[in-house]
């Protein structure tokens, strides 16, 4: 910032200029009142920055997995009714499902950003 500082002087009777250290009455009408002028100036910069981001998602089905998750899911429930051991077997597809299941289904996300540097 650049700074700049301007005083003067005059007259306040008839408005002729006066130095600033002048004393007494004024040499043109002859009065003692006195008007200063004080002036200030500064320079201000100012900058902004811009930034965005854009971000988009997507659900990804692998080919071979995901049918064989629906299989295991609907097995799972059809073993449950075949009795105890069905329940069995029914609990049994459903930890494989479970565990098959974020290999088949992934969300993908794509984050892109931009902006001022």
Request: aromatic share 6%; net charge positive.
């Amino acid at each position: 910032m650049s700074k700049e500082t301007n005083v003067s002087a005059e007259c306040k009777a008839c408005g002729r200029p006066l130095p600033i250290s002048h004393q007494g009455p004024c040499p043109s009408c002859g009065s003692e009142q006195r008007l200063f002028k004080v002036n200030l100036s500064d320079t201000l910069k100012v900058t902004a920055r811009m930034s965005w981001q854009k971000t988009s998602e997507a659900t990804e089905r692998h080919p071979r997995l995901y049918p064989l998750l629906l299989a295991l899911t609907v097995g799972a429930i059809v073993a449950g009714f075949l009795g105890p051991i069905g329940g069995v077997v029914g609990a049994a597809l459903t930890l494989i499902a479970f565990w098959l299941g974020p290999h088949a289904i992934k969300t993908i996300r794509q984050i892109e950003r931009g902006g001022d540097p």
